[in-house]
């Protein structure tokens, strides 16, 4: 510990900390630019000068290492005058267009002039004028007001793993730009709009769209994928305007993946407002209650073992369980899923199918293996802290399978079941470098687990990590990678076919009534079914329904999702559902009170409690028998994921369609060459 | 001095020559291990030599792959020095120092000569399409100012006169003699030493 002075008050801070954080440990604030907690040190701003004793001149804080006796001064004249020249000449060349500036009222230049600003401008020079520059669909750019803090150029060498921004030219001519003014191949590149601390990135999709004080922030979580970022939605009325990260960083540090932020258009695009029947071919709207009593008339001369259900990939956890009753005690059928494909599940123990060595675990693992999975797509913010493993431990990272630019190097085995085979019978070198290495990881991606020889490696898996004392209280190298935002909630809710022939018996055309809720990634071949969709898109499901009920969408509902590490969050209503249309969990409530006279529960709060003791309920499972333990020898093949098109919001998003339409003319031409 | 325009026409390929390639990666060795990438403006200049005096995209390309470094690194840097040239240049490169000391000595009337002889306008190519002309900052030689660099060469202390006829020349291919055009030999005064004088050494 290093004893230091800051104004005149003494306090003790770690070696190795910057003259800033110490300011900040002390309760000292010292404006910035260039200087961010995530990124490396450039000291290129010059607005964190203080004064230090025994220095003539105020030093950059943010670039001076903290030493014992230090003699802080933050609030003197000297620091006062010396940021108000930085601050000057900052302004020299920025225009004073704040009123047509998107960055107006969440600015840090603006912030920081209010203090630091002085009156009128004393360059009478031409200003500098920098042409835009095309930085993709999503970041518009203002390069005039650029401050050159190069914040952005480093946050996409560093954290986004794609040197495609840097600095051209030099003094008064230089210029943040993309390569050749390409668009920024990578899922992460809106962050920088966040990171720029004036108006010149700003976020296309909602350019002068609204004022920040005009918005209404919710704080919840995102369901694009299955990590469950933190997020703020800012909501004007009932639209959702925009979609920015909320600090945690246990998950999503301070960053979202573009489709967590961009696809929030697709709420606003292919809404379902009011039940529809289908009729002749066509949709035609009908009344809450006439599509209800269809649905009852329907119910009561089928036979329950003739239901079906399918739950989506966006439905929470009070939905989930609100069906499982809906089966259960209502329907009585059998046939409820949540998978999408027949995946290997074990539900005899949570660990089974939960990311157990958690997100902030990858930090500090040494060996990373990947089976069957592409995380870069499955996981944009779970495959940015890998990036950060190898960058800050040098971790070594097998996949099975080449899976291209993952923006970390990893080395390619060989993508069959033989390989797995081989590490498991303890006969390769991987699995001495696995029995090595202090904290592996080995993550099991969901197209792994689709395969005929599933259970034998899963389960070989577990065998060959326990008995290297791999699988402990302190640390679980044992990781399964889920896509979907409800498929751990699911798992927790045991909300798996019993005798696993559900999709099997859907794709016979067996069931006579198939409820989809909120079900739109497979697709169905159908025939005198009658399905019923609960939902809010006007999607897939929708397409094939005979019967419509329109549901709302995560951000319209307060909702439980646990992510897959098994944390459970809660998602928190910000706007309302649209027109007619309900929360999932009332419809479901609804059908049940009409089919036996009174509902599954009165009012949330009971869901609440009763699917609290559910999940708390010591449940003993035989799933575990569903699935014959064979080896073949196959081939792991990662499904390819349509990143910007993965669930219905995305498709119905127009911003996601463009960044789509862009990545795969990119991938025709060749960025190569 | 503004930002460098990057030209339009582009060849679709760059590679070392043979000569150059095996010189690369000599000029590679003199960095330690895992530090190649700090062989970027040496490189440069190499490719900027084989290529006819300036440096494609194709050739940054290259670079970058040879380096292994990515493709904005090495533009980043190839704009930052006003010695790369990123669009063609004639075959005599004239490049006239317009800072104090020349501008001092007269400078600006060596350009106007460009003007008239030349091109209206700086980077543009003569009738001919042999010649082409920039205004640069200090080339560090203000002792014998006002001077122009053609290609690799000084030409000191110069007059219009002078200038113009060295110009002449160039534009019928012809090389002219470089160094001072008022008798010195380097920067040594104009007739015999004035100081010093009876210091063998100096």
């Known amino acids: ?673 | 001095m503004s930002l460098k325009k990057v030209s339009k026409d582009q060849p679709d390929k760059f590679e070392f020559s043979e000569e150059n390639l095996s010189l690369a990666k000599k000029i590679v060795l003199n960095y330690p291990a895992g530090k190649k990438k700090s062989a970027v403006m040496a490189l440069l200049y190499l490719a900027q030599k084989q290529n006819h005096n300036w440096i494609p995209l194709a050739a940054m390309k290259y670079i970058a792959k040879f380096l292994e470094i990515s493709y904005i690194n090495v533009y980043e840097v190839a704009t930052f020095y006003s010695m790369y040239n990123l669009s063609p240049v004639g075959k005599y490169f004239i490049q006239i120092c317009t800072t104090t000391p020349c501008m001092i000595r007269g400078a600006y009337k060596l350009v106007d000569v460009c003007k008239k002889n030349i091109s209206e306008k700086e980077n543009e190519f003569s009738d001919k399409k042999n010649c082409s002309w920039t205004e640069v900052e200090c080339l560090g030689a203000c002792i014998s100012a006002p001077m122009a660099q053609i290609n690799e060469d000084y030409y000191e202390d110069l007059n219009v006169k002078q200038f113009e006829g060295i110009i002449k020349d160039i534009l019928k291919d012809k090389k002219p003699k470089p160094g001072s055009y008022r008798g010195r030999v380097n920067s040594e005064p104009e007739k015999n030493r004035q100081t010093l004088t009876e210091n063998k050494n100096a």
């Open chain 1, 1 to 673: 510990m290093l004893k230091v002075k800051i104004n005149d008050i003494d306090i003790e801070v770690e070696e190795g900390l910057t003259v800033l954080q110490a300011c900040e440990i002390a309760g000292a604030e010292i404006p910035r630019f260039c200087y961010h907690e995530k990124l490396s040190i450039a000291g290129n701003c010059r607005m964190c000068l203080v004064e230090i004793e025994k220095s003539k001149k105020p030093v950059a804080s943010c670039a001076m290492p903290v030493a014992d006796g230090m003699n802080i001064k933050t609030n003197t004249k000297l620091v006062e005058k010396a940021r108000k020249g930085v601050m000057e000449f900052l302004l020299a060349n920025h225009p004073l267009d704040c009123p047509v500036c998107d960055q107006g009222g969440e600015c840090d230049l603006q912030d920081q002039s209010m203090f630091y600003g002085i009156d009128k401008s004393r360059f009478k020079e031409n200003k500098r004028f920098v042409p835009e520059k095309y930085m993709g669909p999503l970041i518009k750019t203002q390069m005039t007001r650029c401050i050159h803090c190069t914040r952005c150029v480093r946050f996409a060498t560093e954290v986004a793993g794609v040197p495609e921004i840097g600095a051209i030219g030099r003094g008064e001519d230089m210029q943040i730009t993309t390569y050749l003014e390409k668009a920024m191949e990578s899922e992460l590149s809106a962050n920088v709009i966040d990171l720029c601390p004036v108006g010149a990135l700003t976020s296309k999709p909602y350019v002068f769209e609204a004022r920040p004080w005009e918005l209404k922030k919710t704080e919840t979580v995102d369901v694009m994928d299955a990590v469950g970022s933190n997020i703020r939605v800012d909501t004007y009325g009932w639209e959702v305007k925009r979609i920015l990260p909320k600090i945690n960083e246990d998950i999503n540090e301070e960053w979202i993946s573009d489709k967590t932020r961009y696809a929030c258009d697709g709420l606003k695009y292919q809404r379902l407002d009011v039940p529809y029947i289908k009729k002749e071919n066509s949709f035609k709207k009908i009344s809450w209650q006439d599509a209800l009593q269809i649905l009852k008339d329907k119910i009561n001369v089928t036979k329950p073992e003739k239901i079906a259900g399918l739950t989506g990939d966006l439905t929470n956890m009070e939905t989930l369980f609100a069906c499982k009753e809906l089966f259960h005690k209502v329907l009585k059928s059998k046939n409820l899923e949540s998978r999408e494909k027949n995946i290997y599940i074990n539900l005899n123990d949570r660990k089974n199918y939960l990311f157990n060595s958690e997100i902030k675990g990858i930090e500090k693992s040494d060996l990373i293996l990947l089976i069957g999975t592409n995380p870069r797509y499955e996981a944009t913010m779970l495959n940015a802290r890998i990036r950060k493993s190898f960058l800050k431990n040098n971790t070594e990272i097998f996949s099975l399978e080449d899976l291209g630019d993952l923006t970390y190097n990893y080395k390619v085995l060989s993508n069959t079941t033989e390989e797995v085979k081989k590490i498991i019978e303890n006969n390769c070198d991987i699995s001495n470098k696995i029995k090595k290495a202090k904290y592996p990881l080995v993550i099991f991606g969901e197209s792994a687990l689709t395969l005929n020889s599933s259970k034998y490696m899963f389960e070989g898996f577990k065998k060959f990590l326990n008995e290297n004392n791999k699988i402990t209280e302190e640390w679980n190298s044992l990781n399964i990678l889920n896509t979907n935002a409800s498929a751990v909630g699911s798992y927790d809710l045991d909300i798996v076919c019993k005798t696993n022939e559900t999709l099997e018996k859907i794709n016979k055309n067996f069931f006579e009534i198939l409820f989809l809720i909120g079900q739109d990634n497979i697709s169905i071949n159908k025939k005198s079914e009658f399905v019923v969709y609960i939902g809010s898109h006007g999607d897939k499901g929708a397409e094939i329904a005979d019967l419509v009920l329109p549901g709302a969408a995560f951000t319209e509902q307060n909702g439980y999702f646990t992510n897959l590490e098994g944390k459970l969050q809660m998602a928190f209503k910000a706007s309302y559902p649209p027109g007619e249309a309900k929360e999932d969990w009332v419809i479901i409530n609804e059908i049940s009170k009409l089919i036996d006279g009174n509902g599954l529960f009165k009012d949330k709060n009971e869901l609440l409690t009763a699917m609290n003791s559910h999940i708390n309920s010591n449940k003993k499972n035989e799933f575990s028998n569903l699935f014959k333990e064979e080896y073949i020898n196959e081939k792991i093949l990662t499904l390819p994921i349509d990143y910007y098109h993965s669930n219905v919001i995305a498709r119905s998003s127009k911003t996601m369609n463009e960044c789509r339409n862009i990545r795969s003319k990119l991938k025709k031409t060749g960025t190569e060459g």
